[in-house]
């Protein structure tokens, strides 16, 4: 069974950024898509970033087009979520999935404040 932690979530000034990580443990992680959601309350979970099984292939958010960029290093079992340019509405908590499956991360927080 994969097990996914995810890292780096924190406050951050507005026009800062941020590297999260995600972990994975268990399973073949270099065969999954990976993709990185966020969620504010009261809102429904919503789809940044997914990253093909090799990396090459990646898709954004129109929202984050140009400010994030994900990642992976498939001998650390690690996707990244690098954000810059980040802005207040970008406060929410921010999870990892395997593509296409029910196997999420607990989530990081990320609050975008001054």
């Known amino acids: 069974q994969v097990r996914l932690v995810e890292s780096g979530g924190g406050l951050v000034q507005p026009g800062g950024s941020l590297r999260l990580s995600c972990e994975a443990s268990?399973?073949?992680?270099?065969?999954?898509?990976m993709t990185w959601y966020r969620q504010v309350p009261g809102k429904e979970r919503e789809l940044v970033a997914s990253?093909?099984?090799?990396?090459?292939?990646?898709t954004y958010a129109d929202a984050v087009k140009g400010r994030f960029t994900i990642s992976r290093d498939n001998a650390k079992k690690t996707v990244y979520l690098r954000m810059n340019s980040l802005k207040p509405e970008y406060t929410a908590v921010y999870y990892c999935?395997?593509?296409?499956?029910?196997?999420w991360g607990q989530g990081t927080l990320v609050t975008v404040s001054s």
């Open positions: 990253i093909s099984s090799g990396g090459g292939d990646t």
């Open positions: 268990g399973g073949t992680f270099s065969i999954y898509s």
């Open positions: 999935n395997v593509f296409a499956t029910t196997i």
